[in-house]
């Protein structure tokens, strides 16, 4: 049944779907509440990622049908032109700052900043969009079951062992991160590919990474929780932070 549904209409529909549960969860007269703190901040990364998985398959499927056409216009291929990933890369960042920065106390705002940003950064995830849709079905159930067993496994840590979980991690995550974009650049530089070595084994410590990054930014999530103060819980603040890991520990583990 669900292979016959347009795959655009049904993450659409999910989109309305979690958009009515988190406003039936997350506020309360018209103000963000503190109640179900934890739920609501996963429900926000849900909401992010089917947000993310429909504008790339609107995009791929446009670029699809532009190419296909006889006309062969050029301009689906314009937004990925390696000058245009630069500006929007820079306009990314500019939405994501003032994503940011925008106080709780201004749902309808941060709420369209976080749609602006989404939407902005739906093109930089096109590329393992594209790859997912040329997975087989046994590779694609290998890598999703993967994924979420390593988020749920983080998660977890983070509920059961909240103690082992440091405030100084950031730190060394961060350098470890930086280490990390150094190393990234610096492969591609030498012009190694995907499918090398070295570009397997960083995807590998990448994907440790980040999954340090889930169990740390999920107790920040925690102890948010317990300071929250009434009309000025900050979901997007906190599920941005998880959407972020997420993303670059699929991306990742869909390289090696």
Same mark, same amino acid.
């Given at each position: 049944?669900?292979n016959?549904?347009?795959?655009?209409?049904?993450?659409?529909?999910?989109?309305?779907?979690?958009?009515?549960?988190?406003?039936?969860?997350?506020?309360?007269?018209?103000?963000?509440?503190?109640?179900?703190?934890?739920?609501?901040?996963?429900?926000?990364?849900?909401?992010m990622?089917?947000?993310?998985?429909?504008?790339n398959?609107?995009?791929?499927?446009?670029?699809?049908?532009?190419?296909?056409?006889?006309?062969?216009?050029? /301009?689906a291929?314009?937004?990925?032109?390696?000058?245009?990933?630069?500006?929007?890369?820079?306009?990314?960042?500019?939405?994501?700052?003032?994503?940011?920065?925008?106080?709780?106390?201004?749902?309808?705002?941060?709420?369209?900043?976080l749609?602006?940003?989404? !939407?902005?950064?739906?093109?930089?995830t096109?590329? !393992?969009?594209? /790859?997912?849709?040329?997975?087989?079905?046994?590779?694609?159930?290998?890598?999703?079951?993967?994924?979420?067993?390593?988020?749920?496994?983080?998660?977890?840590?983070?509920?059961?062992?909240?103690?082992v979980?440091?405030?100084?991690?950031?730190?060394?995550?961060?350098?470890?991160?930086?280490?990390?974009?150094?190393?990234?650049?610096?492969?591609?530089?030498?012009?190694?590919?995907?499918?090398?070595?070295?570009?397997?084994?960083? /995807?590998?410590?990448?994907?440790?990474i980040? /999954?340090?990054?889930?169990?740390?930014?999920?107790?920040?999530?925690?102890?948010?929780?317990?300071?929250?103060?009434?009309?000025?819980?900050?979901y997007?603040?906190?599920?941005?932070?998880?959407?972020?890991?997420?993303?670059?520990?699929f991306?990742?583990?869909?390289?090696?």
């Amino acid at each position: 049944m669900i292979n016959n549904i347009d795959k655009k209409i049904l993450f659409s529909g999910l989109i309305v779907a979690i958009a009515f549960v988190i406003l039936a969860s997350a506020f309360k007269n018209g103000k963000p509440t503190c109640n179900r703190f934890i739920f609501n901040t996963y429900a926000y990364v849900t909401f992010m990622i089917v947000w993310i998985a429909a504008a790339n398959l609107y995009l791929l499927d446009y670029i699809k049908t532009q190419q296909k056409s006889p006309n062969k216009n050029q /301009s689906a291929l314009v937004v990925i032109s390696p000058l245009n990933l630069i500006l929007l890369f820079i306009f990314s960042l500019f939405l994501l700052l003032q994503l940011v920065k925008t106080p709780s106390t201004e749902p309808v705002r941060k709420h369209i900043l976080l749609v602006l940003w989404l !939407t902005v950064f739906s093109v930089f995830t096109a590329d !393992t969009a594209h /790859s997912i849709q040329n997975k087989n079905p046994q590779a694609l159930a290998q890598l999703i079951t993967t994924f979420i067993s390593i988020v749920v496994a983080a998660s977890s840590a983070a509920v059961l062992f909240p103690n082992v979980i440091k405030t100084w991690w950031i730190f060394a995550l961060m350098i470890a991160l930086v280490g990390l974009i150094i190393a990234r650049i610096i492969f591609a530089v030498a012009g190694y590919d995907k499918t090398t070595p070295q570009q397997q084994t960083l /995807s590998l410590v990448a994907s440790v990474i980040f /999954s340090l990054f889930i169990a740390y930014d999920t107790k920040t999530a925690i102890i948010a929780s317990k300071i929250c103060k009434e009309g000025n819980a900050d979901y997007i603040r906190y599920s941005t932070d998880l959407f972020l890991d997420f993303v670059n520990l699929f991306s990742n583990l869909d390289d090696l």
